[in-house]
């Protein structure tokens, strides 16, 4: 089973900062089979970034995704307000298996 | 395309949790995809249940394979889920999910969950 480790576990950040987030995974991932969600308090995920660095339909372009192998990034170029939410990665593997992060919290310093 | 969780709010330990995700605006009979239950504690993060296919493939996360049993009604546009014996700690945000096979495999659809207590 491929273990998912996002760090850091919490970014304070301002807005119209940059925030970077990782995503390591304990082997190789293929790209295409690595996406990232957001999450707001009483919402299901919504899908962000799929295949490492395609953003989802309707998703806005100051989110990014890039990475390959074991490294994994999700960055968004200048926080607006209704960024500062939870952030996970997932991958999927042999035998139709998903495994998830652990979460990033990315909160208003 | 949506999809909405039901079932009952409250388990006792050592029972089974029933749940059906219904989908609406999309038939779940596409080669394109397949059907998820994810599910997340309070305060915690996501876990992977399993999914099942177009065809009634089914695959489990390894830590509950014994346990569960995910299911296809096509006449009703529903999934079930079913997880046996459940404990305290099972208590959770369940989501039935969609499972997307454009160009990669993600969850594009997401229902908006049901809180399922684990309690006597």
């Known amino acids: 089973e491929t273990v998912l480790t996002q760090s850091p576990g919490t970014l304070s950040l301002s807005l119209g900062e940059r925030a970077t987030l990782s995503c390591r995974a304990s082997?190789?991932?293929?790209?295409?089979?690595l996406a990232w969600y957001q999450q707001k308090p009483g919402q299901a995920p919504r899908l962000l970034i799929y295949?490492?660095?395609t953003r989802a339909t309707g998703i806005p372009d100051r989110f990014s995704g890039s990475g390959s192998g074991t490294d994994f990034t999700l960055t968004i170029s200048r926080l607006e307000p209704e960024d500062f939410a939870v952030y996970y990665c997932q991958q999927y593997g042999s035998l139709s298996l998903i495994t998830f992060g652990q979460g990033t919290r990315l909160e208003i310093k | 395309l949506q999809l909405q969780e039901s079932g009952p709010r409250l388990v006792k330990p050592s029972e089974t949790l029933s749940l059906t995700c219904t989908v609406s605006?999309?038939?779940?009979?596409?080669?394109?995809?397949?059907w998820d239950w994810i599910r997340q504690p309070p305060g915690k993060g996501l876990e992977w249940i399993g999914t099942?296919?177009?065809?009634?493939?089914?695959y489990f996360n390894p830590s509950l394979k014994s346990r569960v049993t995910i299911s296809l009604d096509t006449s009703r546009s529903q999934i079930s889920l079913k997880l046996a014996s459940v404990i305290a700690a099972e208590t959770a945000v369940y989501f039935c999910?969609?499972?997307?096979?454009?160009?990669?495999?993600?969850?594009?659809?997401w229902g908006p969950g049901i809180l399922v207590t684990v309690s006597s």
């Open positions: 099942i296919s177009y065809s009634g493939t089914t």
């Open positions: 295949a490492a660095s």
């Open positions: 999910a969609r499972r997307n096979f454009w160009k990669g495999v993600y969850f594009d659809s």
């Open positions: 605006g999309d038939s779940i009979i596409s080669n394109s995809y397949y």
């Open positions: 082997q190789s991932v293929s790209s295409s089979y």
